[in-house]
């Protein structure tokens, strides 16, 4: 019977651990947005709009969503701000840096992501003189 009553509560104790610790990761993935509803992109406080501007947004939402979690815990100060204005008014916040990784803000939502083709695409936008 003790057996029974220690093995049981061992199986508590091990599910209670994992319900704890899938609530506390953050998710593997952040939202993607659907370039259809994209209604404008500030980048550096230049405002670009989808009538006149659809490949430059179309290309730094494609970085966005094909960037994944960044998990570790670094910073360095962001070089660009990259506000992305949806449709519903919604806005998700970039604070760009040329390191690799960037902090987003969505909404209550703060994360950061990591794409090596933003940084690039940054570091050029410097060179040419337009950052």
Not at 28 to 36: A, F, R, T
Not at 91 to 117: C, L, P
Request: contains cysteine.
């Amino acid at each position: 019977m003790r057996k029974h009553v220690f093995a049981t509560l061992i199986c508590v104790i091990f599910i209670g651990f994992y319900v704890i610790s899938i609530k506390s990761f953050p998710a593997s993935s952040h939202n993607k947005i659907d370039i259809s509803n994209v209604k404008s992109l500030e980048l550096n406080n230049k405002k670009y709009t989808m009538d006149e501007d659809t490949p430059l947004i179309s290309e730094l939402v494609s970085m966005y969503n094909e960037a994944p979690l960044f998990k570790k815990d670094a910073g360095t100060t962001a070089s660009h701000e990259i506000i992305i204005e949806l449709d519903n008014g919604k806005k998700i916040d970039i604070w760009a840096t040329t390191q690799g990784f960037h902090y987003v803000t969505e909404g209550d939502k703060s994360y950061k992501i990591s794409s090596n083709r933003l940084s690039k695409f940054l570091r050029e936008l410097i060179n040419s003189g337009e950052g």
